[in-house]
């Protein structure tokens, strides 16, 4: 029996409640699959998301483009080297596409900075905040890289050693602005932390057509000219299951490209902000921070060190 209109929209808000509470808030609960209230409601599904904040601690805050009646900003940390032609990583936050906060990558950015990377932090729209869909965030994603590359002298940036990487819808946006950018424009790597992969199934359920969704879903995109790129999983994810994760490391692979995926046992969405000791005596965070370091020095990306960090 087809779903009626009530019963469909109160599954898109379950759904996209539990992606907006795990992309930015720690990790799904352990034992069962994540709950939505007893009051959920359109309403309610919103609450908290609040303002845009319009400047970051440590960040110079810069406007990329004004949509939807406010001002867009990307929120850039720079390094202690005042060296030019530095890498830089640009991140998407997640949220499901409807709510989430420029923050939630704000200490991974830091640790950017701290490294030597120009380190961007970006906001888009959201439903929640501006009544827009997956669509409007992807045109977002889009422009804020292409803001970065324009901008990228002026920040002591080398244009062609730009990352991409978000998390969840922000792991979806990152792929997206990359897979659809010129190939004298692609970044020179992804880091991408439990992302959104696959929109068509969630089409309905997003506000979207199944065309439009095929049209910003990765894994219906062509792959042949992907960079090389880090997928940073739970295999406990609910959210986004991890065989989802597995089949598009698969087609990237078989169209030439290179995708490391690694896998954290017992993980659930958003579990690289975690800071609870596992096994190894490494939290989630500082496991992923190591691993996306790791994976961006073997692909030559290593900071300059300017003439003073160089005086003992």
């Excluded at 929209?9 to 609960?29: E, I, N």
């Excluded at 319009?54 to 990307?74: C, D, F, M």
């Excluded at 804020?144 to 050693?161: F, K």
């Amino acid at each position: 029996m087809p779903l009626s209109h009530s019963r469909r929209f109160f599954l898109s808000l379950v759904l996209v409640f539990a992606l907006t509470v795990t992309s930015g808030c720690g990790t799904a609960p352990e034992g069962g699959p994540l709950a939505p209230p007893s009051t959920l409601s359109g309403e309610l599904s919103c609450v908290g998301s609040g303002a845009a904040p319009p400047t970051v601690p440590g960040a110079i805050s810069r406007v990329y483009k004004s949509a939807s009646g406010r001002e867009l900003r990307a929120h850039v940390l720079e390094p202690a080297s005042q060296s030019a032609n530095r890498p830089a990583i640009l991140f998407f936050f997640g949220g499901g596409w409807r709510r989430g906060t420029v923050t939630q990558f704000l200490a991974q950015a830091k640790a950017a900075a701290e490294r030597g990377y120009v380190a961007v932090l970006a906001d888009y729209r959201v439903s929640c905040r501006d009544n827009t869909t997956a669509v409007a965030a992807v045109e977002d994603a889009r422009d804020a890289y292409a803001w970065l590359r324009r901008e990228a002298a002026g920040l002591g940036v080398d244009p062609g050693q730009i990352v991409l990487a978000g998390g969840s819808a922000g792991g979806q946006l990152a792929l997206v602005a990359s897979l659809s950018a010129d190939s004298a424009a692609r970044p020179v790597a992804l880091v991408l932390y439990n992302p959104a992969v696959d929109l068509v199934p969630l089409a309905s359920w997003i506000g979207l057509q199944r065309e439009e969704a095929a049209e910003i879903s990765p894994s219906a995109m062509n792959l042949a000219a992907s960079p090389p790129m880090l997928i940073l999983h739970g295999d406990a994810d609910r959210i986004v299951p991890i065989d989802t994760a597995r089949e598009f490391c698969s087609k990237v692979r078989a169209a030439g490209g290179s995708c490391e995926l690694h896998e954290y046992a017992g993980q659930g969405h958003g579990f690289f902000n975690s800071h609870a000791k596992g096994a190894q005596g490494l939290t989630p965070y500082d496991d992923t921070l190591a691993r996306t370091f790791a994976f961006l020095n073997a692909l030559g990306l290593q900071p300059p060190i300017s003439v003073s960090e160089r005086v003992e």
